[in-house]
């Protein structure tokens, strides 16, 4: 065995000793890359291609490969449509030598994103705010079909039949400032006067004009009246004696028991809103409520309004409705 190690080393040692002996001209040369071209059968790249550099206009060249993050800032509110998009982006980059890796350089943003991208980033894909008194102007441009006159009526539109009526002073912080009395909304009898504001007349024209007639339609020969159980009232929530202020109190909120249909027949909350030949209408009723008015409160809100639908137009926080 050792005999045999012995003339292995001899034989690396003489291999190494020719090579050290031979001068650079007798070492073998490397092959021209013409001739390395000539025997590739599968012409594939001998050497992988230097990526294309892409120059901003800092003036510096910047590998494409070299980047890696991009981070675009962009700002979205609840207005944003057509809104500025912040035009700059922070581009991390490996410089090519001399520049320093890691280095980070500002850019524009139409230098990294193509212009039709950018020009879709620019627009914030949530809907644009409603602009303010949007709802009364679209009110007012359907009320101008109806064949009532402004006289005789409050509020602004033609389909909401009643008359104005001094300061309501209430107790506390009970009160309305600009009341009115209004017996009739869009044709439809109330069937007691409602002492409310405004703001809650105009939401009972819509309810009424946009959503009652319609879903009641032929039913009984359609909509007669509104049976209207409550209006202006000061007192707490559910008639508690301590809590918070009912809006009713404010002028802002109506309650319904029912509605009496043409052929003398009423759809009751009470005793139809479980049944099978009122409920669904009554269901769509209380329904197409939550929209016109802020707060919708039915049957299945609470013991308290099982006899009647509640609908006020307070303000909630985040703008949104609360209906049940």
Known sequence: MAQWRIALTACVVLIAGTALAQT???RPRMRPLELAERFNPTAAPMAA??????????GRSVSSVAVQKV???QTITEDVVAQKLTKAAIVTTGMDAGDGIGESVTVSVRQIVPDDLLDGLAVSPRPQARPEGFQLAMAKRKDRNQKYSLKGSVCGLRGIRGYSVKRVRGKGACGIAKPVKVSEIDGIKLTREALIGCDAARALYRWVHDSAKPTVGTKGGGLASIQLIASYSCRNRNS???GKLSE????NAVDIAGFVLKNGTTMSVLRG??????????KRLHKTACGPFRTV???????FHQDHFHFDVAQHRGGGAYCR
């Open 24 to 26: 650079p001209e007798q």
């Open 49 to 58: 291609p230097r990526p294309k550099l892409r120059r901003f206009d800092t």
């Open 71 to 73: 981070v675009l800032e």
């Open 240 to 242: 508690a004696k301590r």
């Open 248 to 251: 009713h109190a404010k002028g």
């Open 273 to 282: 809103w479980r049944s099978g030949e009122d409920g669904p209408t009554l």
């Open 297 to 303: 409160l039915g049957p299945k809100a609470n013991r």
